[in-house]
């Protein structure tokens, strides 16, 4: 975390997205926009926001990300406690079925436990490997 603040991306996470970054359209997914606000103002990477300003936006289908994730756009997926709402429960099974759980442990070199948008300590990262 940054500043202490829940609602902020942490250094850790940016950094290894950006050492794992090999060109793809999107630095990461979130599901809300707020959440790839944060990671936008931290690099100078585009970040897609699934489900648009709160996080409950269908504004994806699983067709739709399962093509770009084969077009090589976008290869890691933040996952949060309150992630993609209702709406977007397709898109959370589709990312949890299709792409490996990067471990905490790869990521955050913290000891500070709490994540950063996770309210119920549910964030996690997931990884498409084709």
């Given at each position: 975390m940054i500043n202490g603040g829940r609602n902020e991306a942490s250094e850790q996470l940016i950094q290894y997205l950006?050492?794992?970054y090999n060109g793809e359209t999107y630095l990461v997914a979130t599901f809300r926009a707020t959440e790839a606000?944060?990671?936008?103002?931290?690099t100078d990477k585009v970040v897609m926001a699934v489900g648009g300003f709160s996080g409950k936006d269908p504004s994806l289908t699983t067709e739709k990300l399962e093509k770009l994730v084969k077009n090589g756009e976008v290869k890691y997926f933040l996952v949060s406690g309150f992630g993609g709402g209702q709406s977007n429960n397709e898109i959370v099974e589709w990312i949890q079925t299709h792409c490996k759980e990067v471990t905490q442990a790869e990521w955050n070199q913290s000891t500070d436990t709490q994540q950063p948008f996770a309210r119920d300590g549910a964030e996690k990262l997931y990884k498409y490997e084709g």
């Amino acid at each position: 975390m940054i500043n202490g603040g829940r609602n902020e991306a942490s250094e850790q996470l940016i950094q290894y997205l950006k050492k794992n970054y090999n060109g793809e359209t999107y630095l990461v997914a979130t599901f809300r926009a707020t959440e790839a606000a944060q990671f936008m103002l931290k690099t100078d990477k585009v970040v897609m926001a699934v489900g648009g300003f709160s996080g409950k936006d269908p504004s994806l289908t699983t067709e739709k990300l399962e093509k770009l994730v084969k077009n090589g756009e976008v290869k890691y997926f933040l996952v949060s406690g309150f992630g993609g709402g209702q709406s977007n429960n397709e898109i959370v099974e589709w990312i949890q079925t299709h792409c490996k759980e990067v471990t905490q442990a790869e990521w955050n070199q913290s000891t500070d436990t709490q994540q950063p948008f996770a309210r119920d300590g549910a964030e996690k990262l997931y990884k498409y490997e084709g």
